[in-house]
């Protein structure tokens, strides 16, 4: 069997972003990281992303930051990262 994968929107007429703080767990990487990425488009306030690596973290919130900079339509979404061993 083939799966087919789709580009899901995280879109809702009933979500607002604009004013919101999320938090992301597993957020450097993978689902949780384009979760972030789809929220920071749609103008969320600011992502704090949790995950236990701290260096990739930091790497993760500086590159978005940055690629935020040189693109002026993703806003101004403010990025963070808290080190945590959920598990």
Known sequence: ?????ESVSLYSQHLTTGSRVFV???GT???GLGIARQL????????????????????????????????????CTTWRFVAADLG
């Open 24 to 26: 992301i767990t597993g």
């Open 40 to 75: 920071s488009q749609q103008g969320a306030k600011g992502l704090v992303l949790v995950s236990r690596n701290q260096s990739k973290g930091d790497s993760v919130c500086r590159d978005q930051q940055q690629q935020q900079k040189n693109n002026t339509t993703d806003g």
């Open 29 to 31: 990487q993978g689902l």
């Open 1 to 5: 069997k083939s799966v087919i994968m």
